[in-house]
Structures are given as structure tokens and as C-alpha cells.
């Protein structure tokens, strides 16, 4: 009998076979969730999450620009292959089974193709993506040993027989579960774009209010004015210079500094997410958080222009090396071991400790990165952009005696 992985009733690579499809669809159907709850929170305490360290971090991949295709989640397309995948051993057929097979290499180099991209461009690894990935291989490893036509003589026999009929009905079915995401896809940009940002901005509102810190950062990344309370929009963001999350604010933030110049003012409160100068919270999420903080706050003059190059140089800043040679071209290399600069952003880390508890798992309000207080409210974690802009905008209109809920409803 010809080899088959699926055509030669029970066996262990079948059943293999099964569960690398179902744990295909229980990831990507896991992808497609955290895609659409964060880019889409319904409320502002949702927030983002999966964020374990640096480098593995689902919101990194949902913000990212390859996290959709046209409004359709690309996890989509991995729910498809899984689903397929798993039909194929419950329904068995040679024709079946080729085009599987042809899809599972087509899937293979789409996985390793996402995986370098992950690594060397967004700097950063979702688990969901990677459990994704590791069933894909696994897949991919059970038809190059056990499937079918395994011993044609040529590449192009081996893997790319697929049943034109089956490949056609695929197709379709494909076609019109995009299509069905697309329209969903939409419905939610509307919804944000509607009823949702005023029911945030009214959640924004209905948030207590909190003091600023007893010592306010003198490393601003934004200034609009020479006194912070002067500007209407006042930012004290607790940030770690090498969370990728503030890597989504900080871009966050440049566009609000263009869209209302002169408006916002944003202090910087160090808070590195690392357990060699951070004892507020007991995270050691980030290796070189402290020194690369230490580099920024040596020299306040110096300071903004190194926040800026570390979000433009994104992720390269992890790299031992590249803090070094940042060091040196901004003249900061002693900032590690001078006590004062150390005493400074010591201060400023303390002052976490100021704000009570918004959960019974941590000691302190302010307890991860970013978190800010926004004209007098505390904002953990991040939001979409036009979220976070109609807060800003309903401020500003609040600033300047306006009615913002009245003039978002005529829109």
C-alpha cells in the first residue's frame, strides 16, 4: 500500500496529524481574540496584556502591520489551515490529502517567513502566534515523513499535487469567511469611530482623580510650556525605556504632539520593569531597563534626544552593545556608577509608591509600564490611538469651555 498519513486507518501520525490541526484553530482562534480586544477594547480598563518581558509580547503582533490584511486578522488564515488540516484525517481521501499537503508547505514557509519577521523587525514574539507556529511545524514534519506521494522522485511530486476541485472549494469557503471578518472588521472601526470612544471618554471622566507625584520627573519628552500645569493636556507617564508597550505610546504621543501643538506636556517618570534598581514592583521583566534609564537621566539636556533615538532605533535599544555606543555618542558612559544620577532616578521610581492599589495583586497603583496620570487620572496600560485621542480632544474641549459629548454625538 502507498504511504499515507491519513489513508491507512489509526495510527499515531494520523492522530498526530488531528491534534496539530486543532491546536492550529485553538491558537489562531486565540490570535484573532487578542487582535480584536486590542485593538478594539470596549472600555478603557481592558487595556492590553500577554506582555511577559520584552521580547515575548502578543500586543506587539496585534499593533503590528501584519496583524491584518484588508480588515481580515491573519490569524484567520492559520483557523483555515487548522480546520482543514483536522477534516483531513476525519474524512479521509487522496485528493484531500495532496492539497493538504501542498497547503502545510505553503503554511510552513508563510510560519518561518512570520517568525523571522517577528524576531528581526518587530522585535518581539506573541506566544499565541508561537504556539501557532509550533503545531504548523509539526504538521508540516508529519506530511514530509508519513504523507502521501512521499517517495515521488521530485520536489514538485512530493508536494504540490493539490485536487484543483478541493483547492477551488477551499477557496470559496476561505473567501467568504474573510469576507464575513471584513464586514466585522468594519462594524467595529465604526463603533470606535462612534458610541464606543464617547463611552471611553465618559469611563475617562468617571475615573478618580489622583495627584501628581510628589516629585515631578524634570525629563519631559514633550513641553509646550515652561510650567507643567500650564499646558491644558498634562502627562505624567511612568514609562521603562525598553517596554515595548511605551514603544506604542511614545509613537501614540508624537502624532497627538502634531495633531494639537502646544497643548500637551509629558514628564517622564522613569520606572525601568527591572529588579536591579525597581523594588516598587516585584517585575524583573526587562534586562537593561536600569542602565539605559541611568544613560537617560545623566544629562538632562540630553535627555530627549536620547528618548527619541531609543523608539526610533526600536528594538535595537535591548542590545547590550547598542546602549554602549549610546552611550558614548551622547558622552553618558559614567552614568551607571555616578551616585547622583543613580539617587535621581531612584527618586523618581519611589514616587510609584505614592498611588493606593487598583488591584489586589499588586502593592501600588502604579505598577507596570506604561501607566499614565492624564490631566489628574490614572490610564494603566495602552489604547488605540483614536481612543486616546478623543480623551485628549474631550480635555481640550473641556479646557476651553466646550460640550464634548454634544459635538461627538452631531458627528
Same mark, same amino acid.
Given at each position: 500500500m ?7 486507518g489509526f ?7 488531528f491534534?496539530s490541526?486543532?491546536?492550529?484553530i485553538v491558537?489562531?482562534?486565540m ?9 478594539f477594547?470596549e472600555t478603557?480598563?481592558? =487595556? $492590553?496584556? !500577554?506582555d511577559?518581558?520584552?521580547? &515575548?509580547?502578543?500586543? @506587539? ?5 501584519i496583524?491584518?490584511l484588508?480588515?481580515v ?6 483557523l483555515?489551515?487548522g480546520?482543514?488540516?483536522?477534516l ?11 492539497s ?10 508563510g ?6 519577521f517577528s524576531?528581526f523587525?518587530? =522585535? $518581539?514574539? !506573541?506566544?499565541?502566534c508561537?504556539? &501557532?507556529?509550533?503545531f @504548523?511545524i509539526l504538521s508540516?514534519l ?10 515521488a ?12 476541485k ?9 473567501a ?21 470612544q464617547?463611552e ?9 482623580t ?10 519631559w ?7 507643567f500645569?500650564?499646558?491644558p493636556?498634562?502627562i505624567?507617564?511612568y514609562?521603562d ?9 511614545a ?5 497627538l504632539e502634531e495633531?494639537?501643538p502646544?497643548?500637551?506636556n509629558l514628564?517622564?517618570q ?9 523594588d516598587?514592583v ?7 531597563a536600569?542602565?539605559?534609564?541611568f544613560?537617560?537621566a545623566?544629562d538632562p539636556e540630553?535627555?530627549?534626544a ?6 526610533a532605533?526600536?528594538?535595537e535599544p535591548r ?10 555618542r551622547?558622552?553618558v558612559e559614567?552614568?551607571?556608577?555616578d551616585?547622583?544620577t543613580?539617587a535621581l ?6 514616587t510609584g509608591?505614592e498611588?493606593p492599589?487598583?488591584s ?7 505598577r507596570s509600564?506604561?501607566?499614565?496620570i492624564?490631566n489628574?487620572?490614572?490610564v ?6 483614536d481612543q486616546?485621542?478623543?480623551i485628549?480632544?474631550?480635555i481640550l474641549?473641556?479646557?476651553?469651555g ?5 459635538n461627538?454625538?452631531?458627528?
Open positions: 502507498e504511504r499515507s498519513l491519513t489513508l491507512s495510527s499515531w501520525p494520523r492522530a498526530l496529524s491534534l490541526g486543532l491546536g492550529m491558537a489562531s482562534a490570535t484573532i481574540d487578542h487582535y480584536f480586544s486590542a485593538n477594547p478603557i480598563w481592558e =487595556g $492590553s496584556f !500577554c511577559i518581558n520584552a521580547f &515575548f509580547n502578543c500586543d @506587539s503582533s496585534a499593533f503590528s502591520m496583524s491584518q484588508g480588515g486578522p491573519l490569524g484567520y488564515f492559520g483555515v489551515v480546520v482543514l488540516v483536522s483531513g484525517t476525519l474524512f479521509p481521501s487522496a485528493p484531500f490529502e495532496r493538504n499537503k501542498s497547503i502545510s508547505l505553503l503554511n510552513f514557509v510560519v518561518v517567513g512570520l517568525l523571522l524576531i523587525v518587530i =522585535g $518581539s514574539l !506573541c506566544l499565541l508561537t504556539g &501557532f507556529y509550533l @504548523s508540516f508529519l506530511f514530509w515523513r508519513y504523507g502521501i506521494d512521499s517517495d522522485p521530485g520536489l514538485l511530486e512530493k508536494w504540490v499535487r493539490p485536487s484543483p478541493y483547492l477551488a472549494t477551499f477557496a470559496v469557503f476561505t467568504a469567511g474573510g469576507y464575513g471578518f471584513m464586514e466585522f472588521h468594519q462594524a467595529k472601526e465604526k463603533a470606535q469611530a462612534g458610541g464606543v464617547a471611553i471618554v465618559e469611563q475617562y471622566f468617571s475615573l478618580p489622583v495627584a501628581l507625584p510628589s516629585f515631578l520627573s524634570p525629563f519628552s514633550v513641553r509646550s510650556t515652561e510650567r500645569e500650564e499646558a493636556v498634562q505624567v507617564e514609562g525605556l525598553l517596554c515595548p508597550d511605551c514603544k506604542l505610546l509613537d501614540q504621543i508624537h502624532r495633531e494639537f502646544g497643548k500637551i514628564a517622564y522613569l520606572f525601568p520593569l527591572e529588579g536591579a534598581c525597581n516598587v516585584e517585575k524583573d521583566l526587562h534586562p537593561g536600569c542602565e539605559i534609564s544613560m537617560a545623566h540630553r535627555f530627549k536620547i528618548h527619541d533615538e531609543i523608539w532605533a526600536w528594538p542590545k547590550p552593545e547598542w546602549r554602549q555606543d549610546l552611550a558614548r551622547h558622552g559614567g552614568s551607571v556608577n551616585p547622583q543613580r532616578v531612584q527618586r523618581i521610581i519611589q509608591k498611588y492599589p487598583t489586589d495583586r499588586y502593592s501600588f497603583g502604579i509600564t506604561p501607566t499614565m492624564l489628574g487620572r490614572m494603566i496600560g495602552t489604547l488605540p490611538y486616546l485621542r478623543a485628549v480632544e474631550a474641549q473641556r479646557s476651553e466646550g460640550r464634548f459629548m454634544e461627538w454625538v452631531q458627528r
